[in-house]
């Protein structure tokens, strides 16, 4: 499988005026992660830049915690991917409810963190990061190249790391997956 990097976008396009933002509606659950996951993909390469920045900080301070925080986590996070692989239930969850699925697996690795006293690291280093692209993702408004992006990725046309990620927790636009089944169909 061929990785391919989405571009850094311009600043001013990842965090423009108040006028690109808006509150999603909380009443139409699909809506909003079809914004989320559709930020995601497009504006990767900007939230690695953010998170990046924010960890080699708190890894500064702290680099023996941080590198314990960021195994745990994934260790953890590849755990419950391959648990739902395996367990129909786990995998519904995963589907249906991916936000509770991320943050059971945040919980799990708190609490794996905090046996070891590195919850003030796990925190400021891997929490806050996550959550300030969440709050983006959720807030910032699709222009027609995002959404152009993303029916690429979605089809196969282009694979990301942002797109892994999303595929391991089976979330992706719902026309997009209507169009890659498809694709499939037609392939078969």
Excluded: C
């Excluded at 559709?38 to 504006?43: D, H, R």
């Excluded at 314990?68 to 969850?93: C, E, P, Q, S, Y």
């Excluded at 936000?99 to 891997?126: E, P």
Aim: proline share 4%; aromatic share 14%.
């Amino acid at each position: 499988m061929d990785v391919n990097f989405a571009p850094l976008r311009a600043w001013d396009d990842f965090f423009p005026g108040s006028d690109r933002f808006a509150r999603p509606d909380f009443r139409d659950i699909s809506k909003w992660n079809n914004r989320v996951v559709s930020n995601l993909l497009y504006y990767q390469t900007n939230y690695l830049v953010v998170a990046a920045m924010m960890i080699s900080v708190v890894g500064f301070l702290s680099p023996f915690n941080m590198i314990l925080g960021g195994i745990v986590v994934v260790l953890v996070f590849t755990g419950f991917v391959w648990a739902a692989h395996n367990k129909d239930i786990l995998r519904r969850m995963k589907k249906q409810y991916p936000t509770t699925f991320v943050m059971v697996v945040m919980l799990a690795s708190y609490f794996l963190i905090s046996m070891f006293g590195g919850v003030m690291v796990f925190v400021f280093g891997i929490t806050f990061p996550l959550l300030l692209m969440f709050i983006h993702a959720s807030l910032r408004l699709r222009n027609l190249k995002n959404k152009l992006e993303n029916k690429m990725e979605g089809i196969g046309l282009k694979r990301t790391p942002m797109g892994i990620v999303l595929d391991a927790l089976e979330q992706q636009e719902e026309s997009v997956s209507k169009i890659a089944d498809y694709i499939s169909r037609v392939k078969e």
